[in-house]
């Protein structure tokens, strides 16, 4: 059974930092594309970044571009989101999802599996 689980959110001040964890277990963590997404109360889902299965390619929203940093790490089955210069229009849950396919797509219906999520709340 696969699970996401994701960790490290939390109330910061604008311009501070966070950095969220996805714990990945029930799947060959190593062989697959992972993404970031997002969600403010009264809005869509929306796609923050994405990391290849090796860890060599990532994309981002453009509007976290330079501020957010997504890494890897294989052998612990993790990978993460560090998210620096955070703003209020960064306040959201979070949430973790695992892409089969490999593309590491900026479209949530292309993930297969998704985390509960984690709240990131930015105070101005």
């Known amino acids: 059974q696969v699970q996401l689980v994701e960790s490290g959110g939390g109330l910061v001040q604008a311009g501070g930092s966070l950095r969220l964890s996805c714990a990945a277990s029930?799947?060959?963590?190593?062989?697959?594309?992972m993404g970031w997404f997002r969600q403010a109360p009264g809005k869509e889902r929306e796609f923050v970044g994405a990391?290849?299965?090796?860890?060599?390619?990532?994309h981002y929203l453009d509007s976290v571009k330079g501020r957010f940093t997504i890494s890897r790490d294989n052998a612990k089955n993790t990978f993460y989101l560090q998210m620096n210069s955070l703003k209020p229009e960064d306040t959201a849950v979070y949430y973790c999802?695992?892409?089969?396919?490999?593309?590491?797509?900026?479209?949530?219906?292309?993930?297969?599996?998704w985390g509960q999520g984690t709240q990131v709340t930015v105070s101005s």
């Open positions: 999802a695992v892409d089969y396919g490999g593309s590491a797509s900026v479209s949530s219906h292309e993930y297969d599996y």
């Open positions: 029930g799947l060959t963590f190593s062989s697959y594309a």
């Open positions: 990391i290849s299965w090796s860890g060599d390619r990532t």
